[in-house]
């Protein structure tokens, strides 16, 4: 059993042998760095050792998530970064999860999906493969280098899309999505700790979710939009049949030209709509626990209350605004996106 410092470095440099030299050393540093902290934190060396624990589980455990002996991409069958598809089934779908990079997509006049990565260490964090229809992108588990609270630093990727591709599915933790210029039929888009950018969006179906960040949309458009934050604000710009958008602890803010329905629910942020107004009529249903109600529509302004409900004309566009600790603002416009309105 080896239980100190000296013995633990030399059995894992040994076991490094057939690893990517740069790889080993920087590995090597980041674990004579644990063993530091370690001992300025009291613990002992056999301590430390303990947990790390033996040097085969390591090893195993590298080779298993991110051997970097290979200077090609593993698993990667039909898209490289830098590169489009091979010949073959067009991809349809992206199914993209992510932990520490960024991930950019736009529409473009290529005829595969191109992807770019800005760093050189794709095969140590990422796998890439197609099945079917289905292009897959995900980044390796990194149990081993959390437990040694590592880093891995940031990354960026970039997706050029074909008009095959109708469906999006990206999830990522700790940095950033955007998606421009791109007409699809379904986009899913989750983030924890960072936030979703959207510009000249268009889809059947959206969803975006968010935790510990922001969403922010300006001249899309969809049949269905759901956007959900907890602890950050939501923005949303263009045009919908039916527009849903809810927050915990963050501002709700739409200036949309909306047909069928609008739903804003805030429990500690305030909610502000500025729509199109409405040809036909709408129903109107605002209430806030704790704040106050400003709203103007159809040549009418009503302030100061704590629930509204009323209607006029044939009622086709149905609003619903409610917040637990914040005020609603209401305009009905003649064009959502002149702020001067």
Same mark, same amino acid.
């Given at each position: 059993?080896?239980?100190?410092?000296?013995?633990?470095?030399?059995?894992?440099?040994?076991?490094?042998?057939?690893?990517?030299?740069?790889?080993?050393?920087?590995?090597?540093?980041?674990?004579?760095?644990?063993?530091?902290?370690?001992?300025?934190?009291?613990?002992?060396?056999?301590?430390?050792?303990?947990?790390?624990?033996?040097?085969?589980?390591?090893?195993?455990?590298?080779?298993?998530?991110?051997?970097?002996?290979?200077?090609?991409?593993?698993?990667?069958?039909?898209? *490289?970064?830098?590169?489009?598809?091979?010949?073959?089934?067009?991809?349809?779908?992206?199914?993209?999860?992510?932990?520490?990079?960024?991930?950019?997509?736009?529409?473009?006049?290529?005829?595969?999906?191109?992807?770019?990565?800005?760093?050189?260490?794709?095969?140590?964090?990422?796998?890439?493969?197609?099945?079917?229809?289905?292009?897959?992108?995900?980044?390796?588990?990194?149990?081993? @280098?959390?437990?040694?609270?590592?880093?891995?630093?940031?990354? *960026?990727?970039?997706?050029?899309?074909?008009?095959?591709?109708? /469906?999006?599915?990206?999830?990522?933790?700790?940095?950033?999505?955007?998606?421009?210029?791109?007409?699809?039929?379904?986009?899913?888009?989750?983030?924890?700790?960072?936030?979703?950018?959207?510009?000249?969006?268009?889809?059947?179906?959206?969803?975006?979710?968010? +935790?510990?960040?922001?969403?922010?949309?300006?001249?899309?458009?969809?049949?269905? @939009?759901?956007?959900?934050?907890?602890?950050?604000?939501?923005?949303?710009?263009?045009?919908?049949?039916?527009?849903?958008?809810?927050?915990?602890?963050?501002?709700?803010?739409?200036?949309?030209?909306? /047909?069928?329905?609008?739903?804003?629910?805030?429990?500690?942020?305030?909610?502000?709509?500025?729509?199109?107004?409405?040809?036909?009529?709408?129903?109107?249903?605002?209430?806030?626990?704790?704040?106050?109600?400003?709203?103007?529509?159809?040549?009418?302004?009503?302030?100061? *209350?704590?629930?509204?409900?009323?209607?006029?004309?044939?009622?086709?566009?149905?609003?619903? +605004?409610? /917040?637990?600790?914040?005020?609603?603002?209401?305009?009905? +416009?003649?064009?959502?996106?002149?702020?001067?309105?």
């Amino acid at each position: 059993m080896i239980n100190t410092y000296k013995e633990y470095m030399q059995e894992l440099r040994r076991a490094l042998e057939d690893f990517d030299p740069d790889f080993s050393a920087e590995l090597l540093e980041d674990f004579e760095t644990h063993f530091n902290e370690g001992l300025e934190n009291g613990m002992t060396e056999e301590q430390i050792c303990r947990e790390l624990g033996p040097v085969e589980n390591v090893i195993a455990e590298l080779r298993e998530d991110f051997r970097a002996s290979s200077p090609d991409i593993p698993k990667v069958t039909s898209v *490289r970064p830098g590169s489009g598809t091979s010949q073959g089934q067009p991809v349809t779908k992206l199914h993209i999860r992510l932990l520490t990079a960024s991930v950019g997509i736009q529409g473009g006049n290529v005829q595969d999906v191109v992807c770019d990565y800005d760093r050189e260490d794709f095969s140590e964090r990422f796998e890439m493969y197609t099945e079917g229809d289905t292009l897959f992108l995900k980044e390796k588990p990194l149990s081993l @280098l959390r437990r040694l609270g590592i880093s891995r630093g940031d990354g *960026r990727f970039s997706f050029t899309l074909p008009p095959t591709v109708d /469906t999006l599915d990206v999830s990522n933790t700790n940095n950033r999505i955007h998606a421009e210029n791109l007409n699809v039929a379904s986009v899913c888009l989750n983030t924890v700790n960072s936030k979703i950018i959207g510009e000249h969006l268009k889809a059947e179906d959206c969803e975006l979710h968010c +935790v510990n960040g922001r969403i922010h949309l300006e001249d899309c458009s969809a049949q269905t @939009l759901k956007a959900s934050s907890v602890n950050g604000s939501v923005h949303v710009g263009g045009s919908y049949d039916s527009l849903e958008l809810q927050s915990t602890n963050g501002a709700l803010q739409a200036d949309a030209d909306v /047909t069928k329905e609008i739903s804003l629910s805030a429990v500690n942020g305030s909610a502000s709509v500025r729509y199109k107004k409405a040809a036909h009529g709408a129903e109107i249903d605002l209430s806030s626990n704790w704040g106050s109600i400003s709203a103007s529509f159809n040549n009418t302004q009503m302030d100061g *209350r704590k629930n509204l409900r009323t209607a006029y004309g044939d009622r086709d566009l149905k609003i619903t +605004v409610h /917040t637990q600790n914040g005020s609603i603002r209401l305009q009905e +416009v003649s064009d959502p996106a002149d702020r001067k309105g």
